[in-house]
Structure formats: structure tokens, C-alpha cells
């Protein structure tokens, strides 16, 4: 399926399982995901970890935790919005460290440390 651009925020979501929310991993064109306000919980599945052609990714106003995927496998990742989650984990230094620009980069209101 050849998919550039999947908005699904505002949708409830939360009755949806985690395998099938996974299987959006399988896009592999998508360049545009938004998924905030869904009533998502839980992790960020690891399937998400092969949109590598993602160049805006928001998961914002959700209930989701730690950890966090490897950001440095999105090259084209322009725009990143995980801010209103309950992510606590530490930030490492190495998460963004081949991410040469953001454009923009939301991570507030989570419970970071580090």
C-alpha cells in the first residue's frame, strides 16, 4: 500500500490493539503521521521504527510511556511532536545525535530526566 500522509488524530483509538496500531509500521512510504489526542497507552511500537521516509511524526496528548524508539533511524524526520505523554525515562545524550535539524521538536509536559 502506497500511503504518504495518515492523519488519524482526534480518532479514539484506545480500544485498538497495540498489534493493530503496529501494523501502520508496514507504510513505508508514509512521510506524514499524526496520531495526537487518539487515547493512545502503553509504548510506541517498535514496527514504527521502519517509517523511515517519516519527515513529521506527532503522537502528542496521548497516555503513552517509555521507551522511547531510536530516533536516529527517521533521517528525514523534520517535525517531532511527543509532548502531553507520560514518557519518564532518562534522555541520553545519543537519542537525536544524528538528527542534524529539527524544525521543530516538542517534548514537553512528559517526565523526563537527564
Same mark, same amino acid.
Given at each position: ?5 495518515? &492523519? $488519524?488524530?482526534?480518532?479514539? /483509538?484506545? @480500544? ?5 496500531? @503496529?501494523?501502520?509500521?508496514? /507504510? ?22 521502519? /517509517?523511515? @521516509? ?13 521507551? /522511547? ?7 528525514? $524526520? ?9 514518557? &519518564? ?26
Amino acid at each position: 500500500l502506497y500511503m504518504v500522509e495518515l &492523519n $488519524l488524530s482526534g480518532f479514539d /483509538l484506545s @480500544a485498538v490493539t497495540e498489534p493493530r496500531i @503496529a501494523t501502520i509500521g508496514n /507504510l513505508s512510504f508514509l512521510q506524514y503521521l499524526s496520531l495526537s489526542n487518539c487515547g493512545l497507552s502503553g509504548t510506541i511500537p517498535t514496527a514504527f521504527n521502519r /517509517l523511515t @521516509a517519516l519527515n513529521s511524526f506527532d503522537i502528542s496528548r496521548n497516555r503513552l510511556e517509555s521507551p /522511547l524508539p531510536d530516533f536516529n533511524s527517521f533521517s528525514n $524526520l523534520w517535525m517531532l511532536n511527543i509532548s502531553y505523554n507520560k514518557f &519518564n525515562s532518562t534522555l541520553q545524550p545519543d537519542l537525536f545525535i544524528n538528527r542534524t535539524m529539527f524544525g521543530q521538536l516538542d517534548i514537553s509536559n512528559n517526565n523526563f530526566s537527564g
